[in-house]
């Protein structure tokens, strides 16, 4: 689910990832998935179907203390790739990324990032 923020920015094909928590079931390259946000409260809501996207990549990524930003553990990003992140994923800039980080789910962050395409579905 995507808050509000992000909505425009989805339809608009502006954000092409999404960094999130681990979860149970990792998505994997060429699963089909749906965007969704919440018309509403969340969970006293209907969802709202954004797009439907084929993912295309799937990388872990860490956010540490001194706003590094790490994928596959091994590759610090230069800050131009950090630009080209924080735009992919819908922010203004990387010091508005990893804000949005640091105060929703604190430092050091670990989660995977997961990169799109248009679904074919």
Same mark, same amino acid.
């Given at each position: ?12 094909? =502006?954000?092409?990832? !999404? ?11 060429? @699963?089909?998935? @749906?965007?969704?946000?919440? !018309? ?21 990524? *860490?956010? @540490? ?23 992919? *994923? ?8 990893? =804000?949005?980080?640091?105060? !929703? ?17």
């Amino acid at each position: 689910m995507f808050q509000p923020r992000f909505v425009p920015l989805i339809l608009d094909g =502006t954000k092409t990832s !999404t960094i999130r928590l681990p979860r149970k079931r990792e998505v994997r390259v060429g @699963d089909i998935c @749906d965007l969704r946000t919440w !018309t509403g409260r969340p969970y006293a809501s209907k969802q709202r179907k954004l797009r439907e996207v084929v993912c295309a990549a799937v990388l872990s990524v *860490e956010i @540490d203390e001194s706003w590094e930003v790490w994928l596959h553990g091994n590759k610090r990003l230069e800050i131009k790739e950090r630009r080209a992140l924080a735009r992919g *994923e819908g922010f203004y800039s990387p010091m508005d990324m990893l =804000t949005w980080f640091r105060d !929703t789910h604190g430092m050091p962050f670990r989660g995977t990032l997961y990169r799109w395409k248009e679904g074919l579905a």
